[in-house]
């Protein structure tokens, strides 16, 4: 079992309505905790006509753990998460599959010391993060030319300056 019985779910739909968060990171939060994602393992066993494979790796079904965790391509994003937290507060966070899906991190005392403004900063994080992957994804599907890692970190900066930009009016 991916996520243990801890989860706050009524925290975690709360935190989709956190209106700090972009309001396209929020739908798609919602989609993916509501399984509501139009990924090709969902479509196929719904006996659509699509290849079951992910659309960015090519190296298994595309099912939500796959989109948002297993795929290279979403490593390399949840990497990049990682280093811009551990740049911005000097934390090891540790991006795990729990924190990615539900946009907060497991317990802990730093976490429970941190502000309402930084905890909503790194939610943002976790967000931009997930829009990153779906973008990239999406991408891909409509280019059929994989995005490179500089394109993927470039649009994840981008996201981020965007959404602090929008902070500070």
Do not use: Y
Request: net charge positive; aromatic share 10%.
């Amino acid at each position: 079992q991916l996520i243990d019985e801890s989860v706050n779910w009524n925290q975690v739909f709360r935190n989709c309505n956190d209106r700090t968060v972009d309001g396209q990171w929020r739908d798609l939060h919602w989609r993916i905790i509501s399984h509501a994602l139009p990924l090709r393992g969902r479509l196929h066993r719904e006996n659509v006509s699509v290849i079951e494979a992910c659309p960015s790796c090519g190296l298994s079904a595309e099912t939500d753990v796959h989109f948002l965790w297993e795929c290279s391509k979403s490593k390399e994003v949840w990497t990049l998460a990682e280093s811009f937290l551990r740049e911005m507060f000097k934390i090891g966070l540790r991006i795990d599959f729990k924190t990615a899906l539900t946009g907060q991190p497991s317990p802990s005392k730093w976490w429970k010391r941190m502000s309402d403004t930084k905890r909503s900063f790194i939610r943002a994080v976790l967000a931009a993060a997930r829009w990153t992957i779906w973008c990239q994804r999406n991408k891909f599907l409509l280019n059929a030319d994989p995005p490179d890692r500089m394109e993927i970190k470039s649009l994840f900066e981008k996201e981020i300056r965007v959404w602090l930009e929008l902070r500070r009016r």
